[in-house]
């Protein structure tokens, strides 16, 4: 298998942040891109080079319609928390991998899994997810990514980083964590489904080093050119905001990480893995402060229009 030959990826959560990246990256590359979505054509986001198809994941006969003709296949399961649900999910897209011929399906878990089982969804439906399709005997390769550096770059980070030098996250400062970029998953992706070898592994796969949160702060400050430091957020107040953007179950879910991380009973779930990822996928990540320094931060400083002017965002 070689990445020289060009595939036709089924791309399962493409009009999402990390869906979309890794979308665009298999464009750029000359793959043919088939998005499967259930928003109307005025709602998809704008992606070059890739074709969208209507369908929903929770109708068998839409999802192996969407398969037919492709080679390979790319999955990110969407904020969806529900056992069932995602086992259903998780089963419609093996059946169909199956009967199109698959030559390799990508899994990306969105999280690290702690080794044993924890009371939180965000976890436990993602390893649900990695045992159906493992056991349907699809062709698979599992990436699980730790935390976003994009993530950061959002309108609940960007203006205090900006105006006041604070980078606040609900991770604890000692928790060592290999922040990785939406295009180094896309990289990763890649890497997964061309690589020769690697069917049935998982890759904990990140950025260049693992970071507290001192020292991201201090690769920020580097990258910006200023004195930044790191705030433990609380992940009842992160998830509070987050139910406002994507509802209070999808916000539950998407905290869980947190509230597990919190706990400290296992600081180096997020960490890097020795690289073992980076050999295997021939990836080499860039530093934290290279990725900050590309992003263009002045649209979230404040721009007021005289002294007594609230700011503008």
């Not at 990110?76 to 056992?83: G, I, N, Q």
């Not at 935390?147 to 604070?166: I, Q, R, T």
Request: hydrophobic letters at 45%.
């Amino acid at each position: 298998m070689s990445s020289e030959i060009p595939m036709r990826v089924a791309v399962v959560g493409a009009t999402g942040f990390q869906g979309a990246a890794v979308a665009r990256l298999l464009a750029e590359r000359t793959h043919r891109v088939r998005a499967l979505t259930r928003r109307p054509e005025a709602d998809r986001p704008p992606l070059p080079g890739a074709v969208f198809a209507g369908g929903d994941l929770g109708r068998p006969a839409e999802v192996r319609r969407f398969f037919e003709g492709t080679t390979h296949a790319f999955v990110t399961m969407p904020l969806v928390y529900e056992a069932e649900r995602v086992e259903a999910y998780a089963r419609n897209v093996a059946e169909a991998a199956l009967a199109a011929g698959t030559l390799r399906l990508v899994f990306n878990a969105n999280t690290r899994i702690p080794p044993g089982p924890t009371d939180f969804a965000a976890f436990e439906t993602r390893r649900l997810a990695e045992r159906v399709l493992r056991d349907s005997g699809v062709p698979l390769v599992v990436i699980r990514p730790p935390v976003y550096l994009d993530n950061l770059f959002s309108p609940w980070n960007g203006p205090a980083l900006v105006d006041e030098g604070v980078l606040a996250y609900p991770l604890p400062e000692s928790a060592r964590t290999a922040w990785l970029s939406h295009r180094g998953l896309a990289e990763a992706a890649l890497a997964a489904l061309t690589v020769e070898g690697l069917e049935g592994r998982t890759f904990d796969i990140g950025g260049e080093r693992s970071l507290t949160g001192g020292e991201l702060a201090a690769a920020f400050g580097r990258g910006l050119g200023r004195a930044v430091r790191y705030e433990e957020l609380d992940p009842v107040a992160f998830e509070d905001g987050l139910a406002q953007l994507l509802g209070r179950a999808a916000a539950a879910g998407v905290a869980g990480i947190y509230h597990y991380m919190a706990r400290g009973a296992d600081p180096l779930l997020m960490a890097g893995d020795d690289g073992v990822s980076a050999e295997a996928l021939a990836l080499a990540p860039p530093p934290v402060e290279e990725w900050v320094a590309r992003q263009p931060w002045q649209v979230w400083a404040t721009d007021p229009v005289g002294p007594d002017a609230p700011p503008r965002h």
